[in-house]
């Protein structure tokens, strides 16, 4: 390798050689914000008087190639987006002088051309151009020269971005007031140029350490030159042309950037299941399965792009809409409107399965509605969704082992998503749901839209009505200003305000309507009678009833909510699976962590099974055999090549014995007439490529534990989301400034533990002072209770246990360490102002939380004003709920969120109290406010929050509880900050 200063001049000038932008490079991408910087650059060097201007490197390959005519040819693998955009000024200069040759007097069009700038003026062919870009850029960029030596040709649009910063650059060199700076500057640019010997250096080490000016590099550039950079130039042009340049018009060539780098990670997650892959561990993880499965060694990348080319295929299918099939496509399509992206790895999964016959087409569109249906029930039933990046790469692994076993997919999914009831990864109950759907807010619902368009359209299956030209919105019918209207007060009746607050918003009183403005704050009677749009004349079905309502009241409110809640529940079922069949796709508690599958492909690589090696088998009283393939597939006796030993297997039985019988192929086949099961095989590399630490494996299996268990999530939220953890310890949040709860896991000297570590130490001398109390709220746990002063600055409360850590008794740690962690919040909570009798009583604070504010606990009926809060809060106004109805985690899941909120005054509160008809109906201690969506690829939802927190302590609750605080709410805001907050 040499480096060293040159004059972008002189590698732009050059005799008898060519720059090539090799395939694997990323397309240009430059846009006017980088061209300004250029442009800014040259001119400020181009004004002055003397010195020079560096612009960075670049680094480039001699490949000692020669063309016939003696031209050389230069690879550029590092600095190929500044080299373009100089030659795209070049070219707007060389125009400029040929039109305006009195403005630019310090060169000529004819000395651009005769110098090499751009063109081998006597070199025909490829060896004329100067510069040759990748596909989808080199067309436009030669045919820019073309018509800058002709101007009758003319310049292929193909690259928008080559021809729009050309436009620039004509624009710029037309409005400066000397144009013969620019050339100036163009002149003094200086370069380090860094010159690589093929074979001799290794390019891509040099690329990854690049970190030049510019835009910076995407994972689509990492990945597109890790499999690429490295082999002969013949081999990287063909890949290129068949395979990569095939990846980026399915994902979209002009925007492929930004969807490949989305792509790679979920197409990771599918072949990583069940582990979820963050973005930053992508090209990272992408190298590993390169070189695991041997996809680094000659002749073998081209496997490797033919199955990133076809995962591709499923994720334009499922977030392009561009799956042939119409039925599966309006499915997807569905599923995508619900913008939750989490699920992309679990659909490309259903694709492959799909594509490779594991599913029929009846089994893999259920799968769809019954994936629409779970996702949309969360939704409307307003269930956290931080838990399902994690969840959807566990079905994944869950499924693969059933599609291996030969097993039914369709029934599994299915009993997956049901087993799941009574944890943060629940599908709502029919119940839940047909209850959320009657009283909820449907109109500031992120998914009214949906909702009602996707009901209407569930009347029109065979010819859905097109709703995204935005001409519909969703029509109020009885009007958002209904009572500042006589009619509509005497319609609704003496008690009009209540029954509007109930049911403004909600689902019986919304549709849809393209005449929104026509129809307006109209009398019942005239929105039905008017000529635009109104109901008489509606053709929408969701519409149809009001075509012989004479009133709008709130029997005819509520009995169409009912009526359309009650279609919902067929548009988005609840699986038909009975008890014993769920029960049986239960996950079985292991003795040992879970190992991470492996495929068939990687087995063969590590084991050294090498192609046209023989799998043999015993069907009856004869032997089968079959072939591994030179790409790892497996072909039976009549030419049948599949990738899956199960399905080999399956396949094999059904040719021999002519019946469908499914089959473990792990433990069908033997490597060889006497050889050992791949079953075995496959458990000796799982052995040598797993983790001797199963420190992280403890952490990740109690994380799901946690997540299962309400009374954990509600106190500590749900944990699932959490980075993997490889330490002995991990901590949680008590929304209390000067403490902490820690859970302990030491392997190695076989104990595990539970804490309250202080940093406050009056905080520690207040628990101190309470010492036999917190003793006695400890004791069953049945550790050993240590007080411990580490170091001056901290303070220390543990409860140790001695015990087995083996992974066999890992369930009954979790337990424990569960049960701990509550006891040390609950002793935390002694500390907190008007919360020391919060666990004290009769009651659990679950008898506390089922209370009804609609029994007996009305409280005076005086008006709350803002001095009869103590501490910071936040009131926060529900509608359209009956909390005598709902469970007590239903109404905290209602109440905690999601919210558009001022962030910092909501993390000022302390309390939350939940309001619904002008009265507070429960009260909250806040721990702390997450993201709507925490923990999901797409981040916070719509700027909404949602706390987590705890019941407040009986004394709070009793003092606030029925009290009415309907004159500090004003307009239509929901939230209220009270006590400072």
């Not at 373009?84 to 310090?106: G, N, Q, V």
């Not at 040598?688 to 952490?699: A, C, G, M, Q, R």
Request: hydrophobic share 40%.
């Amino acid at each position: 390798m040499n480096a060293g200063p040159q004059s972008i001049v002189g590698l732009l000038t050059s005799a008898n050689q060519r720059m090539v932008i090799p395939v694997y490079q990323r397309a240009y991408s430059w846009d006017e914000e980088q061209c300004r910087q250029l442009w800014d650059d040259i001119v400020a060097v181009g004004r002055r008087s003397s010195g020079t201007h560096f612009t960075g490197s670049v680094v480039m390959v001699l490949g000692g190639e020669y063309s016939a005519s003696g031209v050389n040819k230069l690879l550029i693998i590092d600095g190929q987006q500044r080299i373009t955009t100089l030659s795209l000024l070049i070219a707007a200069m060389a125009e400029f002088a040929r039109e305006y040759p009195d403005k630019l007097t310090h060169v000529s069009y004819e000395e651009i051309i005769d110098s090499g700038y751009l063109v081998l003026k006597y070199k025909k062919g490829e060896d004329h151009y100067r510069l040759t870009l990748s596909q989808g850029d080199e067309r436009t960029l030669c045919s820019v020269v073309d018509h800058l030596e002709n101007p009758d040709v003319e310049i292929v649009s193909e690259s928008h971005r080559i021809v729009d910063n050309l436009a620039l650059f004509r624009t710029w060199l037309s409005n400066i007031d000397d144009p013969n700076v620019v050339w100036d500057g163009i002149q003094r640019l200086e370069i380090v140029a860094i010159t690589l010997a093929q074979g001799q250096d290794n390019p891509q080490l040099i690329f990854e350490s690049m970190n030049s000016t510019g835009k910076d590099l995407s994972t689509a550039d990492l990945v597109r030159n890790f499999v690429l950079m490295g082999l002969p130039m013949d081999e990287q042009e063909d890949l290129y042309a068949n395979y990569w340049r095939k990846i980026e018009e399915t994902l979209g060539a002009d925007s492929y950037d930004e969807v490949f780098d989305e792509f790679l990670r979920n197409w990771l997650t599918v072949i990583n299941a069940p582990t979820s892959i963050v973005a930053r561990d992508v090209y990272r993880l992408f190298k590993r399965h390169v070189m695991d499965n041997g996809y680094d060694k000659p002749g073998q990348m081209a496997d490797l792009l033919k199955e990133i080319r076809r995962y591709a295929g499923h994720y334009a299918c499922i977030t392009a809409g561009a799956c042939e099939d119409k039925m599966l496509r309006v499915l997807l399509a569905r599923i995508q409107k619900l913008d939750v992206s989490v699920v992309n790895p679990l659909l490309m999964s259903f694709f492959e399965d799909y594509v490779d016959d594991a599913l029929s087409h009846d089994d893999f569109a259920s799968m769809l509605r019954t994936t629409e249906s779970y996702l949309f029930r969360r939704s409307v039933c307003d269930v956290a969704t931080n838990s399902l990046n994690k969840f959807f790469s566990s079905v994944i692994a869950r499924l693969n082992a059933v599609r291996d076993d030969g097993g039914n997919i369709r029934e599994a999914y299915e009993a997956i998503l049901l087993g799941e009831e009574g944890t943060a990864r629940r599908m709502p109950s029919d119940a839940e749901f047909e209850r959320a759907l009657r009283t909820r807010d449907c109109y500031a619902f992120k998914r009214g839209f949906y909702l009602l368009t996707t009901l209407e359209n569930s009347w029109h299956a065979k010819d859905p009505l097109d709703f995204s030209g935005g001409a519909f919105s969703i029509e109020h019918i009885m009007p958002q200003n209904a009572l500042a209207s006589a009619e509509w007060r005497e319609m609704l009746g003496d008690d009009c305000e209540r029954v509007y607050e109930e049911l403004i918003n909600t689902l019986g009183n919304l549709t849809l309507t393209a005449y929104n403005s026509e129809l307006s704050d109209a009398p019942f009677a005239e929105k039905k009678a008017h000529l635009k749009g109104g109901f008489d004349q509606d053709y929408l079905v969701i519409s149809k009833e009001l075509h012989d309502l004479d009133v709008w009241d709130e029997d005819a409110i509520r009995g169409r909510a009912e009526r359309l809640a009650e279609r919902a529940l067929e548009v988005w079922p609840f699986p038909e699976l009975n008890a014993e069949v769920v029960a049986s796709y239960k996950p079985v508690k292991k003795a040992e962590p879970a190992m991470k599958s492996m495929t068939f492909r990687a087995v063969c690589t590590m084991a050294e099974i090498a192609p046209g090696a023989e799998l043999v088998a015993s069907e009856g009283d004869r032997a089968v055999v079959a072939t591994v393939t030179d790409d790892y597939g497996i072909r039976l006796f009549n030419g049948d090549v599949l990738n899956s030993p199960s399905r080999a297997a399956t396949r094999m039985k059904e040719l021999v014995t002519g019946k469908y019988v499914a089959a473990n192929g792990w433990r069908y086949w033997r490597v060889g007439e006497s050889g050992p099961l791949l079953y075995d095989v496959r458990a000796k590399c799982l052995a040598e490529v797993t983790n001797p630490d199963l420190k992280s494996l403890f952490w990740d299996g109690f994380y799901d534990y946690c997540a299962e268990r309400q009374d954990f999530v509600s106190a500590y939220a749900d944990p699932s989301g959490r980075a993997e953890n490889n330490g002995w310890y991990a901590t949680f949040g008590l929304g209390m400034r000067g403490v902490h709860a820690t859970a302990y896991f030491a392997q190695r000297d076989g104990w595990v533990g539970v804490n309250l570590w202080f940093t406050d130490a009056s905080l520690y001398e207040g628990l101190v002072a309470r010492r036999e109390e917190v003793e006695a709220l400890l004791a069953n746990l049945g550790g050993k209770i240590s007080w411990r002063e580490p170091s001056e600055k901290t303070r220390e409360l543990q409860v140790r246990l001695d015990t087995d850590v083996s992974p066999e008794h890992w369930d009954e740690l979790y337990g424990w360490l569960v049960t701990g962690l509550l006891r040390m919040r609950a002793a935390a909570k002694m500390l907190r102002v008007e919360s020391d009798d919060a666990a004290d009583g009769d009651r659990s604070e679950n008898d506390a939380l089922r209370e009804s504010s609609e029994t007996g606990n009305r409280g005076p009926a005086r008006q709350l004003v803002e001095s009869d809060f103590d501490e910071p809060g936040i009131l926060i106004k529900i509608s359209n709920v009956s909390p005598s109805e709902m469970s007590a985690q239903e109404l905290y899941d209602r109440i905690r969120g999601n919210w558009r909120v001022s962030f910092t005054r909501a993390c000022n509160a302390k309390l939350a109290f939940g309001v619904l008809g002008g009265r507070i109906v429960e009260v909250y201690r806040i721990d702390e406010w997450l993201p709507a969506g925490y923990g999901e690829a797409e981040g916070p939802e719509d700027g909404r929050y949602q706390f987590v927190g705890y019941l407040a302590s009986n004394e709070l609750r009793k003092r606030y509880k029925g009290r009415l605080v309907v004159d500090l709410f004003q307009g239509q805001n929901p939230i209220r900050y009270v006590g400072g907050a």
